[in-house]
């Protein structure tokens, strides 16, 4: 049952995005041009959609951590580590980066898959070889400074 209920969260999850557009790169991409340089058009959809989500969140994530245990595991992964580090500076730069080179973050992209999308392809695609370098970067002795197996639970 659970596999089933957490089919249909990402099947809502992406009809919303599909339904906000925000499986279009071009619209992405048009929020990010707030100085007109590319299409000239700057669309702030995206920040309402984002404060949108933002809104859920909190309420959702208030309702949620007052709960005994999550739904579908046996205890919450909240993380604990207070201090900056070199992950958690660089990674999301690296995502920003990607995003607004591509006008995709991963959601959209996968959602985008299914309209065939030969710009998702290459972005899932990519996304995919960027994980894996990363989780064996991550894995290597000589990087323990910056990943210990502690920061990966």
Same mark, same amino acid.
């Given at each position: 049952?659970?596999?089933?209920?957490?089919?249909?969260?990402?099947?809502?999850?992406?009809?919303?995005?599909?339904?906000?557009?925000?499986?279009?790169?071009?619209?992405?991409?048009?929020?990010? *041009?707030?100085?007109?340089?590319?299409?000239?058009?700057?669309?702030?959809?995206?920040?309402?959609?984002?404060?949108?989500?933002?809104?859920?969140?909190?309420?959702?994530?208030?309702?949620?951590?007052?709960?005994?245990?999550?739904?579908?595991?046996?205890?919450?992964?909240?993380?604990?580590?207070?201090?900056?580090?070199?992950?958690?500076?660089?990674?999301?730069?690296?995502?920003?980066?990607?995003?607004?080179?591509?006008?995709?973050?991963?959601?959209?992209?996968?959602?985008?898959?299914?309209?065939?999308?030969?710009?998702?392809?290459?972005?899932?695609?990519?996304?995919?070889?960027?994980?894996?370098?990363?989780?064996?970067?991550? *894995?290597?002795?000589?990087?323990?400074?910056?990943?210990?197996?502690?920061?990966?639970?």
């Amino acid at each position: 049952m659970a596999i089933v209920s957490q089919f249909a969260i990402g099947l809502i999850f992406g009809l919303g995005l599909v339904i906000s557009g925000m499986s279009d790169p071009a619209k992405v991409l048009n929020f990010l *041009d707030l100085a007109g340089i590319g299409s000239g058009t700057w669309d702030p959809s995206l920040a309402f959609v984002m404060a949108g989500a933002v809104a859920v969140t909190f309420v959702g994530y208030n309702r949620i951590q007052k709960q005994p245990r999550p739904v579908f595991g046996e205890k919450f992964h909240l993380p604990t580590k207070q201090e900056l580090d070199l992950r958690i500076i660089s990674g999301p730069a690296i995502f920003g980066v990607g995003w607004g080179l591509a006008g995709f973050c991963p959601g959209p992209a996968v959602t985008a898959l299914g309209f065939g999308s030969s710009a998702a392809v290459i972005f899932v695609a990519a996304m995919a070889a960027g994980m894996m370098l990363a989780r064996w970067l991550a *894995d290597r002795p000589s990087l323990s400074r910056i990943a210990t197996p502690a920061d990966q639970t």
